[in-house]
């Protein structure tokens, strides 16, 4: 179950993929993680799909992550009298708190927070962006706007607000209810939608208290004003580009993209490219070429895993998707103009102790032509700095701590083992070795680069490097 490649891959779960033997193909093929999403599943579907994971996970040996995904508040709009309406540009419209079913010149907005921040001129998109408003007229429970861009409008669509910071607490009373659900059942990984500021992440992490990774999805432009306070709160980082470009011009997304990726880089947090990564394979065995290139330049910009949504959660080809990800992963990662990029945009090491034995690690391993790089962790913070550095080997992580193995399988080159309690550093590069060549990355003669931190179980305290022959 070795991974010949770098960059992880997750897999969204959903109605084309909820059996056992369907989600083992989806990891068998390539998907180190499975998304699990809150909006479009109850709590008992999700509870079944959690223990056909975990049975997958023993089945093959090798930790799986687990991401559940917050619904977060999302404003949606009421029903219309028939489903659904035609707006024509130039007519007004109407949003409010009324219960009563929405025609050609009203519908309900069940939103209050809206109201409030609501200025003239202010611009309202619905349904992606595809049809958009534009305020004349608010009061604390209405809006008068006019019709800028036409289109059919249906009932529930999506509402977006530009350039606006919404006064909406970061969960709503239900992803409070469904994290407290991921966190009795596992999960690694908790994805907050919708975050607008650091403080959404401040209050998540109050919640969770270390039970789970939280990973902040960027999905709204706000966010951006607040990136690096908004790194700093969180483990992880995903940068959904979908939503970034229905509130943002769509030509800005792909700097965003590559700034956020850039500063999660340099914090040393993993961050993920998501949202219309294949799309066209939700129907179509193969992806677009232009498809190809979106995914193969998240590689080359550094992230550490790329997701499949749709493709695998409805989609008619989701196995099929995740093996053209892993060709598309392993054919850049072969191109030596990706290992040129790689050296060009390495982060400097911190001034700490830690960070100046992983990076003396990195050059160790290039200059012998190490066969691996093997760090013990408790925390896992000892092999995220392994993965931020980026080294021309692979990562393997030691750990007797099958939660942080779990959370690993996110990040950039790591291959995390389980394994028992070690007494010493001697014992624990012996057991290196012997994992090296038995995962196969290693074999009898080559050198391995260890990293660790004495005393073992001290977070973060990486303070020693040595070189060993694999011998049999």
């Not at 770098?6 to 993929?17: H, M």
């Not at 687990?66 to 419209?93: C, H, M, S, W």
């Not at 260890?450 to 305290?461: E, K, N, Q, R, S």
Request: glycine letters at 8%; aromatic letters at 4%; charged letters at 25%.
């Amino acid at each position: 179950m070795r991974r010949r490649r770098n960059a992880k891959i997750i897999a969204t779960l959903g109605p084309a993929t909820r059996t056992p033997r369907q989600i083992e193909t989806l990891h068998l093929r390539g998907a180190d993680v499975f998304r699990l999403n809150f909006s479009h599943d109850s709590h008992d579907g999700l509870k079944a799909l959690i223990g056909i994971i975990r049975e997958i996970e023993r089945k093959h040996g090798r930790p799986i992550a687990i991401l559940t995904d917050l619904q977060g508040p999302k404003l949606r709009i009421g029903t219309f009298d028939g489903g659904e309406v035609a707006l024509k540009y130039g007519n007004k419209f109407g949003l409010d708190m009324s219960k009563k079913a929405g025609d050609c010149s009203r519908v309900c907005l069940p939103h209050k927070e809206v109201f409030e921040a609501l200025e003239p001129r202010h611009d309202i998109l619905l349904d992606d962006g595809r049809v958009r408003l534009r305020v004349e007229h608010r009061g604390h429970d209405f809006a008068e706007t006019r019709v800028v861009t036409g289109g059919m409008l249906s009932d529930h669509k999506g509402v977006n607000i530009p350039k606006t910071v919404l006064p909406m607490k970061a969960l709503t009373s239900k992803d409070r209810r469904d994290l407290r659900f991921a966190l009795d059942n596992g999960a690694d990984w908790v994805g907050l939608s919708f975050i607008q500021r650091a403080q959404d992440v401040a209050e998540v992490r109050n919640i969770v208290k270390g039970r789970a990774g939280i990973m902040a999805k960027l999905e709204k432009p706000s966010a951006i004003g607040e990136l690096d306070e908004i790194i700093a709160m969180s483990d992880a980082v995903m940068v959904a580009r979908g939503d970034l470009g229905v509130e943002m011009p769509p030509e800005d997304v792909p700097t965003v993209q590559k700034k956020i990726i850039r500063h999660c880089r340099e914090a040393g947090k993993p961050v993920i490219v998501a949202t219309q990564m294949l799309e066209s394979m939700i129907r179509s065995p193969a992806p677009t070429r232009a498809e190809a290139s979106d995914v193969a330049t998240a590689v080359y910009d550094g992230a550490d895993a790329v997701m499949l949504s749709a493709e695998t959660a409805i989609g008619a080809h989701g196995p099929a998707a995740v093996t053209m990800m892993e060709k598309i992963i392993r054919r850049v990662e072969r191109d030596p103009h990706f290992r040129n990029i790689t050296e060009a945009s390495r982060v400097e090491a911190l001034g700490n102790d830690a960070d100046a034995i992983t990076a003396a690690a990195r050059a160790v391993a290039h200059t012998i032509s190490a066969a691996a790089i093997v760090t013990y962790t408790t925390s896992g913070s000892t092999t995220l700095r392994a993965s931020r550095q980026r080294p021309d080997v692979p990562v393997i992580c030691l750990t007797g701590n099958r939660d942080t193995a779990r959370r690993l399988a996110l990040a950039w080159g790591v291959h995390a083992v389980v394994t028992g309690d070690i007494r010493s550093f001697n014992e624990m590069v012996r057991r290196a070795a012997r994992l090296a060549c038995g995962e196969g990355f290693a074999r009898n003669g080559q050198k391995v680069v260890v990293t660790a931190g004495v005393p073992f179980g001290t977070p973060g305290a990486t303070n020693v490097l040595r070189i060993y022959t694999v011998q049999d």
